[in-house]
């Protein structure tokens, strides 16, 4: 009777890692698994879309709508590039940090300005810049809030009567506007040398309801939405006289 042959098991690119980094010298191994993760993951989503693109070709052939398929091949193209920039980050030394709140100042864009759009009040989230989620090296930063032009038009009130309104539009982005003014001159080069390898979707701030000590992180968004993302610790400074 012959024997059994044992085959190896690749690890699958989707089995999840738990990283535990009890000392600053734990981080290293720690951030080396999580490339080694990356690297898996990628090779994974790629595969995946290779066969988006096969069961496109297919469709086309055939005549059949393809509607669903370019988009599914469009979102999976966006991961690949999503855990490509992660790679990335950890491989410039940033760790990974928890999702804290964050007041975003700067968001990664390629075009020229942000599709028009018009609000009665001028510091709608309508005229929040958004991020492109663009691939590593390409882009600018723009300040998270875009100029707006301003015209009056006239309207009625509740009761009917004539009144004087104010509708703002859309205009040209802003540059990015550092959101503390005393700060040392190490953690703004820190934040310029990460802004340098426009990599993170979107920089921000720690919200910090009770110090003067923020947090400098960047963040990647994830392409499937839902507010998923990933943060990174860029820089932290702390003034003794605040404990």
């Known amino acids: 009777m012959d024997e059994p042959v044992e085959t190896a098991v690749e690890p699958s690119a989707a089995d999840d890692l738990t990283l535990v980094a009890l000392t600053p010298a734990d981080m290293v191994p720690a951030q080396t698994d999580l490339m080694t993760w990356c690297d898996r993951k990628v090779a994974a989503v790629q595969r995946e879309l290779a066969d988006l693109e096969a069961n496109l070709e297919i469709a086309e052939t055939a ?30 030394g940033y760790v990974v940090v928890p999702n804290f709140p964050i007041d975003i100042f700067a968001v990664r864009v390629r075009r020229g300005k942000q599709r028009e759009t018009t609000d009665d009040y001028s510091r709608s989230s309508k005229f929040e810049a958004k991020p492109e989620l663009l691939p590593a090296g390409e882009g600018r930063y723009v300040d998270e809030r875009v100029f707006t032009s301003s015209e009056e038009y006239e309207a009625k009130n509740y009761d009917g009567k004539p009144i004087i309104k104010t509708r703002y539009t859309s205009a040209d982005y802003d540059v990015v506007d550092f959101p503390v003014s005393v700060v040392k001159p190490s953690i703004l080069q820190a934040t310029q040398q990460a802004m340098a390898l426009k990599l993170f979707d979107q920089m921000g701030i720690v919200q910090n309801q009770v110090g003067n000590d923020p947090i400098v992180v960047g963040q990647l968004l994830d392409p499937r939405g839902n507010r998923r993302c990933v943060t990174f610790f860029v820089a932290w400074w702390l003034d003794t006289a605040s404990l």
Do not use: C, F, P, S
């Open 63 to 92: 005549g059949l709508k393809m509607r669903g398929i370019e988009a599914a091949v469009n979102r999976t193209a966006k991961r690949i590039v999503y855990y490509e920039k992660l790679k990335a980050a950890v491989e410039a």
